[in-house]
């Protein structure tokens, strides 16, 4: 099953490390350090929007690539979708 991240963009169920709230977790320093490193060492960040974000998710495919997605959707949305999804 797919989850749609916003924008047209979805990512399969299967992937799906984590679903987490940006404004929840970004105020702790190893999430922002996780971000930021994730960009510095050029792993796949991928912005679903250009308004505020308000969530991420972690996925990890089968070639173990791992790509971050920042989300405008909430991340009670998306866990909905989620279980909806499975």
């Known amino acids: 099953m797919l989850l749609h991240l916003g924008n047209e963009i ?3 169920t299967r992937d799906v ?7 929840g977790t970004s105020v702790s320093k190893i999430t922002r350090d996780f971000l930021n ?5 050029g792993k ?3 912005y679903c ?3 505020l974000p308000k969530s991420f ?8 690539t791992e790509r971050i997605y920042i ?7 998306l866990l909905k979708r989620f279980r909806q999804g499975i």
Not at 17 to 23: A, H, L, P, T, W
Not at 37 to 41: F, N, S, V
Not at 71 to 77: N, P
Request: aromatic share 6%.
């Open 17 to 23: 490390i984590g679903i987490f709230d940006i404004e």
């Open 57 to 64: 998710v972690v996925t990890l495919d089968k070639d173990l």
């Open 10 to 12: 979805s990512v399969h």
């Open 44 to 46: 796949k960040l991928i």
């Open 71 to 77: 989300s405008q959707l909430a991340c009670s949305t």
């Open 37 to 41: 490193g994730a960009e510095k060492k």
């Open 49 to 51: 929007t250009y308004e």
